[in-house]
């Protein structure tokens, strides 16, 4: 058989099937994620009924728990991936050791979208949202318009059940990317951690590499210019602030600056062209990149709110936006487990 060499004209329209081929591939976190969570959360919304929250768990959630002394409730980002952050909680968890490991409960919930759903032929109760807007706890959009925030509440309240956690001393709740938005979002105005600190239950917020924060005033550390995003929700509290949200700026910075809030930062996040990095004005004004973005909301707060401030940052040296090494580094064992290891700076 002879082969014969392609002409320019035959190369042009191979390259030219190429490039749509690549412009075809969707683009990170809008296609159907490959795994769903096995457990179900049920998350009430009032007189609207009540919706069902995909959950992973190292335990059955459904039966008490009354050995656990530690919950760590991890978030995935902006693909859904539940899956993969529930394969590295436990690595994580298998890392750290310790006495209390076996003692250990780890949560990964799951937010989906209209076409996880279809994909997975999933019934009607399963929650889901438009794109990311989980992120900043905007309502699902079916089975009920459902906060992402109150699905955290519905979580916690039964970590706070005595007949079915007597023994929890700790709660963790963290979150990487898309993930640490939301976590931190929900270390602002979440209510579920009230009925845990009320048994003397310590509840920390582990917020690893976001793209961004909700910030309590105008200021931001770049120019905002034209940009009318810049102090809207889910950037500031101006605009379609969800509403479960009931108190105001103030009143929750006050609360915020005095919970017990971990930024897990990756010295190395700094690519400004992170595909999955947002680079929406309203994110650009908050610095080029996720690690000066965390430093400078930090630095913000330490400015604000000084001594009041029980916040803490802790480096991952030489990371990046990978949600593994963030998790099971020293420093990231230290925030999830209390492991020792990590250097304070």
């Given at each position: 058989m002879t082969i014969r060499p392609l002409t320019t004209r035959a190369i042009c329209v191979l390259f030219s099937l190429l490039a749509?081929?690549?412009?075809?591939?969707?683009?990170?976190?809008?296609?159907?994620?490959?795994?769903?969570a096995p457990m179900r959360v049920v998350v009430a919304a009032g007189a609207s009924g009540s919706g069902e929250l995909p959950l992973y768990a190292n335990v059955d959630w459904n039966r008490p728990q009354p050995e656990a002394t530690r919950a760590v409730l991890v978030s995935h980002?902006?693909?859904?991936?539940?899956?993969?952050?529930?394969?590295?909680?436990?690595?994580?968890l298998a890392k750290a050791g310790g006495d209390d490991a076996p003692?250990?409960?780890?949560?990964?919930p799951q937010f989906l979208t209209g076409t996880d759903?279809?994909?997975?032929?999933?019934?009607?109760?399963?929650?889901?949202?438009?794109?990311?807007?989980?992120?900043?706890?905007?309502?699902?959009?079916?089975?009920?318009?459902?906060?992402?925030?109150?699905?955290?509440?519905?979580?916690?309240?039964?970590?706070a059940d005595a007949s079915a956690f007597p023994a929890l001393r700790q709660v963790v709740i963290a979150g990487h990317s898309g993930g640490g938005q939301i976590v931190q979002r929900y270390a602002v105005v979440g209510n579920g951690a009230g009925a845990l600190?009320?048994?003397?239950?310590?509840?920390?917020?582990?917020?690893?590499n976001p793209s961004s924060y909700v910030w309590?005033?105008?200021?931001?550390?770049?120019?905002?210019?034209?940009?009318?995003?810049?102090?809207?929700?889910?950037?500031?509290?101006?605009?379609?602030?969800?509403?479960?949200?009931?108190?105001?700026?103030?009143?929750?910075?006050?609360?915020?600056v005095q919970r017990?809030?971990?930024?897990?930062?990756?010295?190395?996040?700094?690519?400004?062209?992170?595909?999955?990095?947002?680079?929406?004005?309203?994110?650009?004004?908050?610095?080029?990149?996720?690690?000066v973005r965390g430093l400078d909301y930090f630095h913000m707060l330490q400015a604000r709110d000084g001594?009041?401030?029980?916040?803490?940052?802790?480096?991952?040296?030489?990371?990046?936006?990978?949600?593994?090494?963030?998790?099971?580094?020293?420093?990231?064992?230290a925030a999830l487990f209390d492991r020792p290891g990590c250097p304070e700076r």
């Open positions: 749509a081929g690549a412009m075809a591939r969707p683009a990170p976190g809008k296609s159907a994620v490959a795994d769903v980002g902006v693909d859904r991936n539940a899956a993969n952050y529930f394969a590295t909680a436990r690595d994580a003692h250990t409960v780890l949560l990964v759903v279809q994909a997975h032929d999933l019934d009607g109760a399963v929650l889901r949202w438009h794109g990311a807007r989980w992120e900043g706890g905007l309502p699902a959009e079916a089975p009920v318009p459902v906060s992402s925030f109150a699905a955290l509440d519905a979580i916690l309240a039964r970590l600190e009320a048994r003397g239950i310590g509840v920390r917020y582990v917020v690893a309590f005033s105008p200021e931001r550390p770049r120019p905002v210019g034209e940009c009318r995003d810049a102090d809207r929700w889910k950037y500031g509290f101006e605009g379609d602030v969800p509403p479960y949200v009931t108190q105001d700026a103030a009143a929750l910075e006050k609360r915020y017990d809030v971990t930024y897990l930062l990756g010295s190395a996040d700094t690519d400004p062209q992170h595909p999955a990095l947002d680079v929406s004005c309203a994110a650009e004004a908050q610095g080029a990149y996720r690690y001594d009041r401030l029980r916040h803490r940052v802790l480096t991952v040296d030489g990371v990046g936006h990978d949600e593994r090494r963030m998790f099971m580094s020293a420093c990231g064992l």
